[in-house]
């Protein structure tokens, strides 16, 4: 029962002072609690039917320093229960923020965006209320119960009968009240992940929604999964909302029937007043806790599914890791040579299954400092491709090696130095642009900052800004149009030069005289580093010392421009759709952009 709290409570030691200390609090609340319930009798029999005023006096000062006391006692536990619940809560979404990024694309893949955003929010809210509650209310239950009955039998024991009677009658209701509540609570979270899968994709596509008139469409979406949560949310309050008026209703019922009878028992000598006033107090302590604990076992439910979610984060297993065999080298001593001997590559699915392969068979040998084009129709395999090289995802079968070393059994602290890389999606984080050309090497100096910006042609427009490097970049760079966003990726991918760049569909957004600039400052700056470019756009790799054409996963050609015209439809095909029919421009067969070059060895 309870395993995920129990796993929780096992590996957050942290937690463990604050809880002995709430509950030792919590125990010593109870006990003054006690104390007080039983003065009433004092007070009652010794004091105000006696008409002893000093008894009287005495015993409401007593009662008024156990109270303080007792207040103390209490608010300490309420203050090391909110230190335990929010530590918890803490513990858990430092901990899950930790795992999520030790994860590899393989792995995120199969984690939406918005679910993980559930996780680390939602369900690790639900995991501190429970907590908190739990420990507020759990251990205190079933003491006070306990010994609340043990004050009935000492006290009396003629009527224990009617206390019975009541638990029974209090316990049946809850029974009927919390019949199917737990089930309510888990379809209540699974409405709001709905919520926020909606959520999260309406607000990142705004645009495109306002663009295509979708308002409207929208709308009706939230407001379907809006309904479905609010429909959700609102069967367990329901249930909640019957539970104070039935527990009075039983508690008066029950205090009526206790004076009735106990006054029976006045009358006829067997007991007195004041045990009777105690025997309401300690009946109203009996059902107090036990509604308690009715109240939080949904809490305590849903706190355990949530916790299971959160879990299941922090037991992934990164597909990409280190291998114990893997050697550090020097990195500075690379020299970017690439091969790819048969590798075969596939995605898998949510259940971590290959669903066929994407890559098949690739053999391809880079040289160092030569400049590579990969081209090939969109979802030919091309990012895949140059993604096995930082091991961004394993190969399946055969290996890639940069300098003769399988890219396995290179660190991947290493392999990222090696290999830059702008990716096709060129995301900015908030800051400066300076912040975002250092993300990768943040000990370079200014004169290496603006290198990089130079060959990436992202220098004439920081330039301009007042601010200049020091510009503020607003959330996913959305303050720099899309070109200028590229170039900025494309300064960070070169700031470290590594000796392996990257460039995947990086300048799609760029016109052509700007494309052909950015390549001729690339190749300026990193003359010697190996250069891959993957693209579109023919114009991208014209000039490249090699072009790999891909179709469906496999390379189907690879030469220079001059070479696949001659010997490759499809590329002569992708030619002519992109840059016209060759019989009218012959002289572009040998020579398609003349003056331009971004090859290195050719
Ligand atoms: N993360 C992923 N999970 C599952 N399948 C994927 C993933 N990324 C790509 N694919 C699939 O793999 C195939 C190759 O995709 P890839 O992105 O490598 O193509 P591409 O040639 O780079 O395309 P584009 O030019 O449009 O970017 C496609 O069929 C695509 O649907």
Redesign the pocket.
Known sequence: MYKNFRRLLVIYKGARGPFIVSQTFLAFSVLLNLAIVALNGTLVNDGVQQGNIEVVISTAVWMIGLTLIQTIFALGNSLYAVLFAEGTANFLRVGTYRKIQTLS??NL?RFRTSDLLVRLTSDINNVKQAVLYGILLLFQAPFMIVMAVAMAIFLLPSLLWLMIVIMVVVSVVLFFLLRGVQQMFVARQQALDGVNNVLQEALAGVRVVKAFVRERFEMQRFAKVSNTWLDAALSPAYRMALFVPSLQLIVYTGTAALYYFGGQGVFGGTTNLGEIVVFSNVLSMVVGPMAMLAFIIPFLESGEASCGRVFEILDEEAEIQDRSTAKPVDVSNIKGRIVFENASFG???RAGKT?GL??EKINLTIEPGQTIG?L????????????LIPRF?DVLEGKVTIDGINVCDLPQRQLHQIVGMAL?ESVLFSGTVRANILFSRPDLDDDEIVAAAQAADADSFVSRIPEQYDAPVSRRGTNFSGGQRQRLAIARALASRPPIVIL??STSALDMATEARVQEAVQGLMSSSTKLY???RISTVLTADKIVL?EH?RQVAVGTHAELIQTSPLYREIYESQLGKLDEQPERIASPLAGQSMGGTA
């Open positions: 694309f393989g893949d995605y898998r699915d669903t994407v890559l990969f090939g129709a969109t979802g030919s395999g091309k990012s895949t491709l140059v993604n995802y096709q995947d569909d993957v693209a579109q891909l996963g």
